[in-house]
């Protein structure tokens, strides 16, 4: 239902809908503070389970992808269970469903990978034949792309199962998003943190969004005053690449916009499934009054340059 801010003599508490997991709690946790520090809107944390939650024997990728984060999120949005979602902004297809939006990103986290190891102090170290887990298809093109001779193991469940996998040794190393490890203060658990030059994040890694109805203008009125212009802004052209580029949940895409004093920089990257090749492209750009806009034409222009050079590794 669209609430309207003279409806109710006091604001409502807003039913903030999350996943449950340790991380997803914390996000979720940042966004509640947030809405209370900027918009003076209390909120009440609505706790659901996803299907990727639930499925942990199989892959992503085998599942249909990162959607599988999303959907019972938005189903609960769709069906007035909750005002609003926190997603990773990673896990969000660029395909949403009709009535639903991003209303708010809040300040990116550090977009980096990190490398944890007991075996070695980075990934280039590793005695040959060594296990290095992960659950990105992207990370997986990445490391074979460096270490052909590692054997890549699935891995899937929250940061603390993974970690626990890693200190009983079924693991040697794995990758994990630096900015989740953060957010749950266990940044001393990097053995080392991956350059965003020479390693691609996933795109829109650090960033939390917020996803709300489209017809909820209080809502939205209320998400608008944590939104960060700037991550906006990058997220929208790392966004609009990938949706050019197209692809599936099999596909190995990589990239990074950063945006600050007028000028979008951009590095994007697409790899063939086994890390034995991959096609790259980047830009800077000046963006005027209409950054986002412009943000996002300039994103797509991009993925479409580079879609005909890879489209046999976008295809199922």
């Known amino acids: ?8 003599p006091s604001p409502p508490v807003l039913r903030l809908g999350t996943r449950g997991s340790r991380l997803a709690l914390a996000q979720a946790e940042i966004v509640r503070a947030a809405l209370a520090a900027e918009a003076g809107v209390a909120c009440e944390l609505v706790v659901l389970k996803t299907s990727g939650d639930r499925i942990l024997d199989r892959s992503l990728a085998d599942l249909g992808g990162k959607g599988l984060f999303t959907k019972e999120l938005e189903e609960a949005l769709l069906g007035d269970k909750i005002d609003l979602a926190v997603h990773s902004m990673k896990d969000v297809p660029v395909g949403l469903p009709s009535d639903l939006g991003i209303g708010a990103v809040l300040p990116r986290e550090d977009v980096r ?126 966004r609009a690449f990938q949706t050019a580029l197209g692809g599936s949940c099999h596909s190995s895409i990589a990239g990074l916009a950063t945006f600050a004093q007028g000028k979008l920089a951009f590095h994007g990257e697409v790899l063939a499934p086994d890390g034995s090749d991959f096609v790259d492209i980047s830009f800077e750009a000046d963006l005027t009054t209409h950054a986002l806009a412009e943000s996002v034409a300039a994103g797509h222009a991009a993925g479409e340059a580079l879609k005909p050079r890879v489209r046999a590794w976008l295809e199922p």
């Open 1 to 8: 239902m669209t609430r309207s801010m003279t409806q109710s």
């Open 113 to 238: 990978d990190a490398f944890l190891s007991r075996a070695a102090p980075s990934m280039a170290e590793l005695p040959e034949g060594s296990r290095i887990g992960t659950s990105s298809v992207r990370r997986a093109a990445q490391i074979a792309r460096l270490r052909s001779d590692l054997e890549i193991m699935p891995l899937r469940g929250n940061v603390d199962t993974r970690l626990t996998k890693l200190d009983s040794g079924a693991f040697d190393a794995m990758i994990l998003a630096y900015a989740g490890l953060k957010r749950l203060e266990l940044q001393h658990r990097a053995t080392c943190v991956l350059s965003a030059d020479e390693w691609l994040p996933a795109l829109s890694q650090g960033a939390i969004g917020i996803e709300i109805r489209q017809t909820d203008d209080y809502v939205a009125r209320a998400v608008a005053k944590v939104n960060d212009r700037a991550t906006e802004i990058a997220i929208g052209c790392e």
